[in-house]
């Protein structure tokens, strides 16, 4: 007898009700399909504890400087140097910080042998953390023309569409996406401004009080990154 | 592939070419200090393990066999030890104080749970996909959305959310079982 098809599993593992009244029979009769579909439960419980937790951070610069230091006296060629192509999957936290920063410290002058690993990064501390700003208004821009914000438990969904405009960082029109009927009409905006240590958004919604709450996601057009963040 | 790409690493790195241990730490710094600042909090504290873990992994180059496990999963399994090592020194400076004050006993340290290790894992993993399946994996997870709701939100056909969402869970159980230590 054929197994339950491996998309029903996965569906189902997800929370989903998938497939039919014959799916259910098999699932529970079949060791095999009730191993899968545990199995394939728990790795979704495991991505879901906590939330979305984004990619990964990389470590500072300083952090290879040290490892090549101890390892060769600096012989080992820099990681950057060495990686092939541009396909560096940590875009949001990795490839720019890092080339940002490799400038900043080639020009800084600092042995990389000095052995004296907290007394050395003491200074670049200060650069290093406006380096981060930098990053993340260049991200939230890019984010900006993918933003999507999630209405209320499984309802609706309103895509934004604008260019960022200036002063603030970006500031997006609300529209709802034609598939959810029920949301036309409801309309907002969402304004990142920036202050002297960071950065607000402002989400600004005209839709009807509904049971539960509204959810705002940031998605990068790309899927490169998203960032949930409830009200 | 990125699979792959992780194979040339660990065959490069058991081979002890020049540029190894810099090709296993552009892979794999990030997940090995992100374990390590998710169990000491201390960005300090995980730098100096991320330093340890891979100048460790490079003199201890020769007990690293491909044959019985990936170079991200003997990685994991190093930071850990480093990781306990330096819960363990912390717990040292911790009881010298306590002693001072004529204080209590300190519960033993111990490494970062499993399953904060896998999370870490699997989240490597989920930023390695494609970019429209890595988009269907999140808001499956993270999402109350339907696998129809979110092919109409992303306007790709039904056929290729369940794909996606089938190869994508097969993918993240795969690494999970190679580099993970709940597995």
């Known amino acids: ?79 950057v140097a060495a990686v092939p192509g541009g396909g560096d999957p940590y875009e949001l936290n990795g490839a720019g910080h890092r080339a940002n920063s490799d400038t900043r410290e080639a020009g800084s002058g600092r042995s990389p042998a000095s052995g004296d690993g907290s007394l050395a990064a003491e200074p670049a501390a200060g650069p290093r953390r406006g380096a981060r700003r930098g990053r993340l208004i260049t991200a939230l821009a890019g984010l900006a023309a993918g933003l999507i914000i999630g209405i209320g438990g499984t309802a609706g ?43 607000v958004m402002a989400v600004t919604l005209n839709a009807p009080r509904r049971p539960g709450f509204y959810e705002v996601w940031l998605l990068a057009q790309n899927g490169t990154s998203m960032i949930p963040s409830a009200t | 592939m990125d699979s792959e790409r992780d194979g040339d690493v660990s065959g490069a790195f058991s081979r002890r070419d020049p540029d190894a241990l810099a090709l296993a730490y552009a892979r794999f710094g990030p997940l090995v200090y992100s374990i390590a600042l998710r169990a000491l909090g201390a960005r300090s504290d995980a730098e100096d393990v991320t330093q340890q873990v891979f100048v460790s992994a490079w003199r201890s180059q020769a007990s690293f066999d491909p044959g019985r496990g990936t170079l991200g999963g003997w990685l994991v ?107």
Request: with cysteine; glycine share 6%; net charge negative.
């Open chain 1, 1 to 79: 007898m054929s197994h339950t098809d491996p998309e029903i599993l996965a569906l189902r593992a997800l929370g989903e009700m998938a497939g039919t009244a014959r799916d259910d029979e098999h699932a529970e009769a079949c060791a095999h399909c009730r191993a899968e579909l545990a199995r394939l439960t728990e790795i979704v419980d495991l991505a879901r504890v906590g939330g979305p937790a984004g990619p990964l951070e990389a470590p500072p610069p300083q952090v290879w400087d040290q490892i090549a230091a101890v390892v060769a006296n600096g012989a080992v060629p820099s990681p």
């Open chain 1, 157 to 199: 969904i309103v895509q934004l569409t604008q260019a960022p405009a200036t002063r603030v960082v970006a500031q997006i029109e609300l529209y709802p996406l034609p598939q959810f009927p029920q949301w036309q009409g409801a309309t907002g905006t969402a304004v990142m401004r920036a202050t002297a240590s960071q950065q």
């Open chain 2, 77 to 183: 399994t190093i930071a850990r030890n480093k990781v306990a090592d330096a819960l363990r020194e912390r717990q040292r400076d911790g009881r010298v104080l306590l002693q001072v004050a004529g204080g209590a006993t300190v519960s033993a340290p111990e490494a970062p749970p499993d399953q904060v290790v896998d999370r870490i894992v699997l989240a490597d993993e989920l930023a390695r996909l494609p970019e429209s399946q890595r988009l269907v994996m999140a808001l499956a997870f993270y999402s109350d959305l339907t696998h129809e709701q979110i092919a109409q939100v992303l306007g790709l056909p039904l056929g290729t959310v369940k794909s996606h969402i089938r190869r994508g869970l097969q993918r993240l159980r795969s690494r999970l079982e190679a580099d993970g230590v709940a597995y």
